[in-house]
């Protein structure tokens, strides 16, 4: 965490950074106005909670005591130290007494002014007040009054003791808006009707809207809103209105804490990320950050639980996503629940049915979601506008290239490998550090560290497109951790499923990806050895071939050494095909037959293939059974298509017409995609049916 103490919530007067000191020393001024022109009075400093009002009414009252020309005596008393409101008005002759000046002269009249207070004060009451012996402190005011003298003339006899006072008193009164309704009506009974007494000064500090509430929960107004304010007015003769804070000031006090937590953790800020924040912070952020304690409390929680995550997310997106947490708990809620799949585009109907919305209409679905979740109607356009900054999906067809980009490749909350980490405020238990992956590529590129590569490997085969998507942003211009990455690639390589469709993508091309990435790291004198150990795997060959068509088909060039290391590969598997009979040969070996075609050339393998045929080392109804190719979708299999192209190019279908003849003559089931298992029997099933067809409907064109 910061140094900075984001937390703390006590008037801060050493602090102004809110020019709050020019306004105490106009109220200062105001104030001795007021005693100029009346025995007693009393004023209000009103500001919203957390607006900085004890604060300023901590200067002011720094002021008033240094104040020479006009001093005061100011008394703090605050109700929240009573236990009922006998007590609190024990308390405030008590704090009364003690103001008045000590010595011979003020004995007798210091008495007067406890004479009065224990004709209205409750006996019974007194140990009510808060931290006061109730025996020693009647003792130290005087014994009650007699029956036959009345509280009134008591009272005019405590008037002419204090307007002798040469300083007079102000009772300072904060927090009053935290009192119960009841509190708060004893309060103001008692400065109005029992406490303006002369030289003596009252400054209530309090929230207006919070006093209106209480006071309309009163018989006083009884529920009427103007009638609560009605009686306010007849309390408080003057209004303090602690300015509001200015748009420069509050977005002064926002930079300066982003700046201050960018430098604490050392953060390399985009200039697109600050533009991100700003225009948040524009168009909603700051409808909600208008007082200091609403900033400070928001700052708080960002540096409360960023640490963990430090490196390991787009900080912007995280200070966003904390503020929706600490203003907007109802949609926080929702964007881990309902809302989880829409924003991350993980609702396989949403894909289908988003561009059949109009952004306009999506607009309003969600200001209905919004209004749902708690949220206020003049809020809702910000907060929605703030999601859809988060979460580009938002746009659906309408979201530009850059804002697509960013949700998919960035460690943004709208991309699906980081959501979690900005809910959980750590790295979840199935993912891996960024920071972690990162350094263990290095240690493998330096020094090819066993263990690093050992947790790489488990990585990608717990979570294989996630680690492939991480992989590919570290890959690049490291050679070493390539060449050791590539027969890693090849193993979980073999286990991944072929996904028809999947919203978290093909896992196959995931790795197809990051071992092109990896494969053109490699420098010259790596090829062999790296082609070497990934090929020696079941699957390497296929899966460098694979990665070399897609070169091939880019404008990235194919280095030729290592075009023809694979190569070298590939025939070296389908020489040892050469001498086993195909009905023996899996459907996986075949397909380095395919593999080898593409890479090397169909000049340079198709004789080899053709005189395998002509010389019977392959029969020509295994080889169009091998030929049928396979659908796949997971892990389940089904025939489908004999390869005509390459019989074609290979030898030509006439051979195969007249190799097969009498079988193709003779009348065999009707062939059925996507219906047979992957077996060599079925294969043939399929190769003579779809050849039967294949011949009747080329003589019937021909008209042989």
């Not at 919004?370 to 309408?398: E, M, Q």
């Not at 197809?512 to 082609?531: K, M, P, R, S, Y």
């Not at 003559?665 to 996507?674: E, F, L, M, N, V």
């Amino acid at each position: 965490m910061s140094q900075r103490s984001y937390f703390r919530d006590d008037p801060d007067p050493e602090n102004d950074r809110l020019e709050r000191e020019d306004f105490a020393n106009r109220t200062i001024s105001a104030l001795g106005e007021i005693r100029r022109q009346s025995k007693s009075g009393v004023a209000g400093l009103i500001a919203p909670w957390g607006a900085g009002k004890s604060t300023t009414l901590e200067i002011i009252v720094k002021g008033l005591e240094k104040h020479d020309t006009d001093p005061w005596i100011v008394v703090d008393l605050n109700p929240w130290l009573y236990s009922d409101v006998e007590s609190l008005q024990l308390g405030f002759f008590i704090s009364l007494r003690e103001a008045l000046p000590r010595g011979k002269k003020w004995g007798k009249k210091r008495e007067r002014v406890g004479n009065f207070f224990t004709a209205i004060s409750p006996m019974g009451k007194v140990n009510g007040l808060v931290g006061v012996d109730a025996s020693s402190a009647l003792e130290s005011i005087g014994e009650r009054i007699a029956g036959d003298v009345s509280a009134n003339a008591l009272k005019k006899k405590a008037e002419e003791v204090l307007d002798k006072l040469e300083d007079p008193i102000l009772f300072v009164m904060d927090d009053l808006d935290r009192l119960t309704p009841d509190e708060l009506l004893m309060v103001f009974k008692l400065v109005r009707l029992v406490g303006r007494l002369p030289n003596v000064y009252y400054l209530l500090a309090y929230d207006e809207k919070t006093l209106l509430d209480l006071i309309q929960q009163t018989s006083v107004a009884s529920g009427n809103r103007a009638r609560a304010r009605e009686y306010m007015e007849k309390i408080i003769q003057v209004r303090f209105d602690v300015p509001d804070l200015r748009p420069v000031q509050k977005a002064h006090l926002v930079d300066s804490a982003m700046n201050e937590l960018i430098a604490a953790y050392s953060i390399d800020l985009t200039r697109d990320e600050g533009e991100a924040f700003g225009s948040a912070y524009r168009t909603c952020l700051r409808s909600y950050l208008t007082t200091p304690r609403a900033i400070n409390r928001y700052f708080a929680q960002v540096d409360a639980f960023y640490d963990s995550l430090n490196h390991e997310v787009r900080f912007i997106d995280f200070a966003l996503i904390t503020f929706i947490r600490t203003f907007e708990p109802g949609a926080y809620k929702n964007l881990t629940g309902t809302w989880r799949d829409e924003l991350l585009g993980e609702a396989v109907e949403s894909l289908f049915t988003a561009s059949k919305e109009s952004a306009s209409d999506r607009e309003i679905r969600w200001h209905a979601m919004l209004s749902d979740a708690h949220v206020t109607a003049a809020n809702v356009p910000g907060i929605y506008k703030l999601l859809s900054s988060l979460f580009p999906r938002l746009h659906g067809n309408s979201g530009s290239f850059s804002m697509r980009q960013r949700a998919t490749e960035e460690s943004g909350v709208g991309n699906r490998d980081y959501f979690d980490r900005y809910f959980s405020f750590g790295v979840p238990g199935d993912d891996i550090s960024d920071v972690a992956l990162r350094q263990m590529i290095d240690a493998i590129d330096e020094t090819g560290d066993a263990s690093s590569l050992d947790t790489v490997r488990t990585a990608l085969t717990v979570d294989t497109n996630r680690t492939c998507r991480k992989l590919s942003k570290l890959v690049p211009g490291k050679s070493k951790a390539s060449a050791s990455l590539l027969p890693i690639l090849a193993e979980v390589y073999a286990d991944a499923d072929y996904e028809l469709f999947s919203v978290d993508g093909n896992t196959r091309n995931h790795i197809e990806h990051v071992t092109q990435l990896a494969v053109l790291e490699l420098a010259d004198e790596q090829i062999n050895e790296a082609v070497r150990a990934t090929t020696a795997l079941a699957h390497g060959a296929i899966l460098l071939s694979y990665v070399l068509a897609r070169l091939g088909d880019g404008e990235t060039p194919v280095n030729p050494g290592l075009q023809a290391s694979v190569t070298k590969s590939l025939e070296e598997r389908v020489n040892a095909l050469f001498n086993r009979p195909l009905e023996s040969v899996s459907t996986h070996d075949f397909r380095h037959v395919y593999h080898w075609r593409t890479t090397a050339g169909k000049d340079a393998t198709d004789p080899r293939l053709k005189q395998a045929l002509i010389n019977g080392q392959w029969t020509a109804l295994d080889f169009a059974a091998r030929s049928v190719s396979v659908a796949t979708s997971g892990r389940s299999e089904s025939l489908a298509d004999v390869q005509f192209d390459l019989l074609e190019e290979v030898i030509g279908l006439d051979y195969f017409f007249d190799a097969l003849e009498s079988q193709l003559d003779t009348h065999g089931p009707a062939p059925q995609r996507h219906h047979y298992e992957d077996t060599i029997e079925n294969r043939r099933i399929m190769a003579l049916g779809q050849l039967r067809q294949r011949r009747d409907r080329h003589r019937q064109e021909s008209g042989e």
